[in-house]
């Protein structure tokens, strides 16, 4: 009788079709662990019995369903369990599905009824003195973010006796390839200080927010709806002005500081703009 034997990885990956990446990571989590792994060399090889395992992960993936619900039906192994994973997917999906459908009406409301209540509207910026701290961050480290660096750049101003001149804001540029985004999170003061040593340490630094000017809207409410803003305001840009190659600024004039009711929210976004030629 001929043995079986094991199947390395890229062996494995061809006849399972996950990617030698996707392998990896589902050992790290323990979703499919090889049968074997060299201690030496770490090489990992699998047997063809688990190729079945393989082909239900891929199949419930394909369908979007949770790695936790995954596990869940590979632990199993039961029928029943993996009808009632199935069934509350499909159930999360037509949520989902309902709500896609309503933010697709939503914006076509937007398009064809324009909401009057969000002008847009020029406005000169004279340069400013500003404390600055940046990072890279990702979309759902934002909040974190700007809550340590406005803490932070006011922690500054305390300590060197600087007056603050502005609202707390913060500078982006465009998104980067990786999915995050750089923020040079800013606070305005009414003059360059010397900065003690830790403060400098932590990445504050004195710079200056240079003028330009900028087409203004006021957003009103939580930031989850912040994108509606950006999509308005890129359309008055494009059809209006010309934007300048400087990163979009956002002042909070109203925030968490200020109070817990994300409903009474006023961000001001100030998309910069080259001068109106006219005026």
Not at 36 to 52: F, H, K, M, N
Not at 158 to 181: E, K, N
Request: aromatic letters at 6%; proline letters at 7%.
């Amino acid at each position: 009788m001929t043995e079986n034997r094991l199947l390395r990885i890229g062996e494995f990956a061809r006849a399972s079709w996950l990617s030698i990446k996707a392998l990896r990571a589902y050992h790290e989590m323990g979703l499919l662990v090889p049968a074997e792994v060299d201690p030496r060399t770490g090489y990992r090889s699998y047997s063809g019995a688990q190729l079945i395992d393989a082909a239900i992960i891929r199949r419930l993936r394909q369908m979007d369903v949770p790695l936790e619900s995954v596990r869940a039906v590979l632990d199993a192994r039961d029928p029943a369990v993996t009808q009632k994973v199935l069934a509350e997917h499909a159930a999360l999906l037509e949520g989902r599905l309902d709500a896609l459908r309503r933010t697709i009406d939503d914006l076509y409301l937007a398009v064809d009824s324009p909401d009057a209540h969000t002008p847009v509207h020029r406005r000169h910026e004279q340069p400013r003195t500003v404390l600055t701290c940046g990072g890279i961050v990702r979309e759902d480290e934002f909040e974190t973010f700007l809550v340590r660096s406005r803490a932070l750049l006011h922690d500054a101003t305390r300590a060197t006796g600087t007056i603050v001149a502005g609202a707390f804001g913060g500078c982006y540029p465009p998104p980067r390839d990786d999915d995050a985004q750089d923020v040079l999170a800013f606070l305005p003061v009414e003059n360059a200080v010397l900065l003690p040593v830790a403060f400098r340490s932590a990445g504050v630094q004195v710079s200056e927010l240079p003028a330009t000017d900028v087409a203004v809207l006021i957003h009103v409410g939580g930031y989850d709806a912040l994108e509606d803003s950006y999509r308005t305001l890129g359309e008055w840009v494009a059809a209006n002005g010309t934007p300048a190659d400087m990163p979009v600024r956002e002042l909070y004039v109203v925030g968490e500081a200020e109070t817990q009711i994300p409903d009474e929210y006023r961000t001001e976004i100030c998309w910069p703009i080259t001068p109106d030629p006219d005026k």
